[in-house]
């Protein structure tokens, strides 16, 4: 039982390149979710996906796209890298967005737009 | 206003001491509360989640809800130097969650 797994751990990528984070999940859970985190800033809600086949927008959406592949997998794609996309994206899971319900988050993927 | 708002910190405390940790948010956050450590670039790990009025134990920590008052703290007994680390207060509203920016803890030997 791995929990959340995150690809790659760290990336370094030039203005306008394009890349896809993954993220997987073996503990059958419904609810998805991309974070990033800035320095200072907490952690910020890019998309989520509440089940398999929706995927709605969160704080920062701007800049990213998002594809729930099936109820394993949610994946982050930066079409575009800007220098203002250098961050930690975290990926979590959850049973159901409800009371108390808690988020498993992975490992995390550091980011670097030159 | 953000949903969740904290004091960055640092806070430092002596070994042995009660930390307290508060967090304050919006009207437009509501259901769930949690509160999350974050050891310097490890990913966020839940210590305790409440969703009722008063207070919540478990083990060295409690945690408070003030719903009139829209705050929400985390008290750690019993400080160690294990538990120097960022804490995340967060809330929820259906299914999106909202992170404060965390508050910074040194606990001193």
């Known amino acids: 039982n791995a929990g959340v797994t995150q690809t790659p751990k760290f990336q370094v990528l030039k203005t306008g390149q394009s890349m896809t984070l993954q993220c997987a999940q073996d503990?059958?859970?419904?609810?998805m979710y991309w974070y990033r985190q800035d320095p200072g800033m907490g952690l910020r809600l890019i998309y989520y996906s509440a089940s398999e086949g929706t995927t709605d927008k969160g704080e920062v959406p701007n800049g990213y796209n998002v594809s729930r592949l099936n109820k394993r997998e949610f994946s982050l794609r930066l079409e575009s890298a800007a220098p203002s996309q250098t961050s930690v994206y975290f990926c979590?899971?959850?049973?159901?967005?409800?009371?108390?319900?808690?988020?498993?988050f992975g490992p995390g993927t550091r980011l670097t737009v030159l | 206003q953000k949903e969740v708002e904290q004091n960055s910190g640092p806070l430092s405390v002596p070994e042995g001491a009660i930390a307290s940790l508060n967090c304050t948010y919006s009207?437009?956050?509501?259901?769930?509360f949690f509160w999350y450590r974050q050891y310097s670039g490890k990913s966020p790990e839940l210590i305790m989640s409440?969703?009722?009025?008063g207070d919540k134990e478990d083990g060295r920590f409690t945690a408070q809800l003030n719903k009139a008052s829209q705050y929400v703290s985390l008290l750690i007994r019993d400080s160690q130097p294990s538990d120097s680390a960022t804490y995340l207060c967060?809330?929820?509203?259906?299914?999106?969650?909202?992170f404060g920016s965390g508050t910074k803890l040194n606990v001193k030997p």
């Open positions: 409440i969703y009722s009025n």
């Open positions: 967060a809330a929820n509203n259906f299914n999106k969650f909202y």
């Open positions: 503990m059958n859970h419904n609810s």
């Open positions: 009207d437009r956050v509501s259901q769930s």
């Open positions: 979590a899971s959850t049973d159901r967005a409800g009371l108390a319900d808690t988020q498993y």
